[in-house]
């Protein structure tokens, strides 16, 4: 892909005096260390520490940003907006164009967007009313008024996703709100979750996951000679007919589909995962960018 359109993708805003630390006290990412010209990916747990959202946010002029899956925008500003309380804070849904960027043609199209391509990795630029964000898989998000992206097509589906498949990096959707604690996906790997940050919805059972070493399930890069969707169940010849993983997200791939799934960590890579049933297509495991520890 070059330059398209992600409708499948939506834009929270938080402005206000108590901005920063609101979205500090609710969010897995430092939110006080995200500074100017960055951006960080994070999440957002429920008390149990699980998660209900994952996201990129960046800190602009007057708040702070957060790119989503558009289905779960609406329900995530209410479900904020309640513990808002007498904090000078502000959540909206803002109607700019979310415009995905990568390919030999990158630095050519943002510049046609208005845009300037960042120097380095979660890098932003601001020209006048453009901000354009370097990602893993050498792409970039450029999000501007919906009047400059007039006559560029939405992304072909799946293609932006498989790139976020190949960097690892995991969105929530609905049918897996509520299923995995944030190292399940891998956040602590891509700099989604601080455990010096203090507190925030989960925080106890997050931390008490990371210091007493009792995660048994990590998210690992797979591909499937068959279709896939977020929240399919996989299973093991050790776990019988017991669930022992489920897909985060999948995208189709040639003639199957590349997924990024949780699956428990003592079987992984000794046995073999299939889809649906132990008669399922069978997964096979593909490299991430980064180490899984």
């Known amino acids: 892909m070059t330059a398209a359109t992600l409708p499948q993708y939506a834009l929270l805003h938080f402005c206000g005096d108590d901005a920063q630390s609101f979205l500090h006290g609710q969010l897995t990412c430092d ?26 946010l960046w800190a602009e002029n007057g ?6 899956p558009a289905p779960l925008a609406e329900a995530t500003r209410k479900r904020l907006s309640m513990y808002i309380l007498r904090a000078k804070v502000k959540a909206g849904i803002l109607d700019d164009a979310i415009i995905g960027v990568s390919g030999v043609d990158a630095i050519a199209d943002i510049a046609n967007l208005g845009g300037t391509k960042p120097a380095s990795l979660h890098g932003i630029e601001y020209t006048a009313d453009v901000r354009t964000i370097a990602l893993p898989q050498e792409r970039h998000l450029v999000v501007l008024p919906r009047s400059g992206a007039s006559g560029i097509q939405a992304a072909a589906p799946g293609s932006w996703e498989r790139l976020d498949i190949a960097a690892g990096i ?26 010096t940050k203090g507190c925030y919805p989960g925080q106890e059972i997050v931390a008490r996951t990371h210091y007493l070493g009792r995660l048994k399930q990590r998210m690992f890069r797979a591909m499937l000679a068959a279709p896939a969707a ?6 093991c010849a050790e776990l019988g007919d017991q669930s022992a993983g489920m897909i985060v997200t999948a995208a189709a791939a040639g003639s199957g589909h590349e997924v990024l799934a949780v699956l428990q960590t003592a079987y992984a890579h ?24």
């Open 170 to 195: 995991p969105f929530i959707v609905q049918a897996t709100q509520e299923e995995f604690v944030p190292q399940m996906v891998n956040l602590d790997l891509i700099g989604a979750l601080s455990y």
């Open 63 to 68: 708040g702070y940003t957060m790119l989503l």
């Open 230 to 235: 977020a929240g399919d169940r996989l299973y």
């Open 31 to 56: 939110v006080q260390a995200l500074k100017m010209g960055r951006s960080s990916y994070g999440g957002y747990c429920t008390p149990k520490g699980r998660l209900l959202a994952t996201f990129l």
């Open 270 to 293: 000794s046995s073999r995962y299939h889809l649906g049933s132990l008669q399922g297509p069978q997964l096979e495991l593909l490299p991430l960018p980064y180490a899984i520890t």
